[in-house]
């Protein structure tokens, strides 16, 4: 049992660098975002004149911040289908329930990561239409937030662990106040 807190313990503290990473990332992607989209309508509807490239980056930019704010919302517990599962059951059930999610959810990223590395790599080749860039560069954040989403589903799965063997130390789903206001 101290083994796995240890793994518990060292697996968090990896997370919360890797979703601090993450965080600043998303952030970054936001107001890259919104910086692009304003100076594109400014462009568009004021100066009369339509920048090509501004719609394609745009998207890229927002595939990269729903893959890099994914694990956030794990951590946080902003997906609401987890919960509803989850908050009918007590003790050790609601503990194996848990084992059982999380660990489908590293099976799924772990299909999402293998087959997002297979597509980035073939993407390597092709090019946007409107900019000069690789697709990999867009593609490549399948891997990485689903490595991330893998990370945070594995901590909360050694947590479940934790709870089974002993359910006085039951782990309980955080919960954001997104989930609350429901």
Known sequence: MRGLELLEQLVARVNSVLLACAKVLAIACLVVMLVIVNYAVFKRYVLDDALPWSEEIAKFVMVWLTFMAAPIGLKVGAHVGIEALVKFLRGRLRQVLLVLIFASIISLMYVFISEGVFMTWN????????????????????????????????????????????????????????????
């Open 123 to 182: 993407a390597r080749i092709q090019r946007a239409s409107t900019v000069d860039i690789s697709i990999f560069y867009v593609y490549i954040c399948i891997p990485i937030g689903c490595s991330l989403v893998a990370m945070v589903a594995f901590e909360f799965l050694l947590g479940a662990i934790k709870g089974v063997i002993d359910p006085s130390k039951a782990i309980e789903l955080p919960s954001s106040d997104l989930v609350q206001a429901e």
